[in-house]
């Protein structure tokens, strides 16, 4: 099942492909899948939207991020199926992206406490651009806002798990926090972690392969060779697989960042191939190698 989910991740590639929200028409079409990862914690996956992580027990249900908005209804149902029909009462959020959030408003509006860093809550109370998709990204209505938030971190003790929400800086945007269950040693990373293609990363607010990297090396030391890792976007993995994530993109950065330098126009440096050594693994998802190289380039060329 971990294979068919890291395969049918690449169609997240048609959500940035068509460059607009277009294809959200047909996300109430998808398929929720449950994958059981630990002792009272779920995994349910789709083709078109993050890893939403349900937490479920006696003291009520505990969720990471909510999917597009065209599948929080049936992803509540699913959610009342693992819970027998317990209420959510908390939605941590990853970061701002909008195939992250499209269901904090139902969830807020069900009496959900929504939780997440307070550049979140700034960014989702604003117009925000992601230019590399020439996407403009409305505000959300008050509902969908954050009701909690913080600046370094925070803890949950329920259902038996101590559940440490963090914020170690900016990375693929300016308000990431990962979501470590530290009994059950699963960790959710959103969107710090694509597992499977080149990833996208929120230049326009606040993210960088810089920090995505430095952040990914504090990840490494805090996990172990049996943890379980949640990326916001493909199949489960352990820390070696996510080793080797951060080892491709520092490789990469460290074959463009010296020809920025060097003076080389962004034409030059995809004509140099930087990413080939990668491609067959990485390089046949969200972007192309030669999309995820002018991506790069853009980072690492700003002043």
């Known amino acids: 099942m971990l294979n068919i989910l890291k395969r049918s991740l690449i169609v997240l590639c048609l959500m940035m492909g068509v460059m607009s929200f277009a294809y959200a028409q047909d996300a109430a079409q998808s398929t929720l899948n449950v994958t059981p990862l630990a002792k009272n914690i779920s995994l349910i996956w789709d083709m078109r939207s993050g890893n939403t992580v349900v937490l479920t027990g006696e003291d009520g249900v505990l969720i990471n ?22 209420p959510v009462h908390f939605v941590v959020l990853t970061h701002w992206h909008f195939d992250h ?58 259902n038996g798990e101590d559940v440490q929400v ?30 499977g293609f080149y990833p996208y990363i929120g230049i326009e607010s606040g993210g960088s392969i810089n920090t995505m990297i430095s952040i990914g090396n504090k990840i490494l030391e805090m996990i172990d060779d049996t943890t379980t890792i949640v990326p916001g976007h493909g199949a489960p993995a352990k820390k070696a697989e996510y080793a080797g994530y951060i080892q491709m993109l520092t490789a990469i950065r ?9 003076g080389k126009t962004k034409e030059e440096v995809v004509a140099s191939k930087p990413t080939q050594a990668f491609d067959a693994k990485w390089g046949h998802g969200l972007f192309t190698p030669d999309q995820f190289v002018e991506l790069v380039y853009s980072d690492l060329s700003r002043k």
């Open 254 to 262: 460290n074959a463009i960042h010296p020809q920025i330098k060097a």
């Open 65 to 86: 991020d909510t999917k597009v908005k065209e599948l929080a209804g049936p992803m509540a149902a699913k959610i009342s199926e693992i819970s027998g029909g317990k």
């Open 101 to 158: 959030i499209g269901g904090n408003e139902m969830f807020g509006n069900a009496g959900a406490k929504l939780i997440a860093h307070e550049n979140v809550r700034k960014r989702l109370s604003t117009e925000q651009r992601m230019d590399k998709f020439n996407m403009t990204v409305p505000p959300v209505p008050k509902a969908a806002l954050p009701l909690i938030t913080f600046m370094q971190g925070l803890t949950f003790h329920i």
């Open 166 to 195: 963090m914020h170690l800086g900016p990375g693929h945007t300016d308000g990431d926090s990962i979501v470590y269950f530290h009994n059950a040693n699963l960790i959710h990373l959103g969107d710090l972690y694509f597992n």
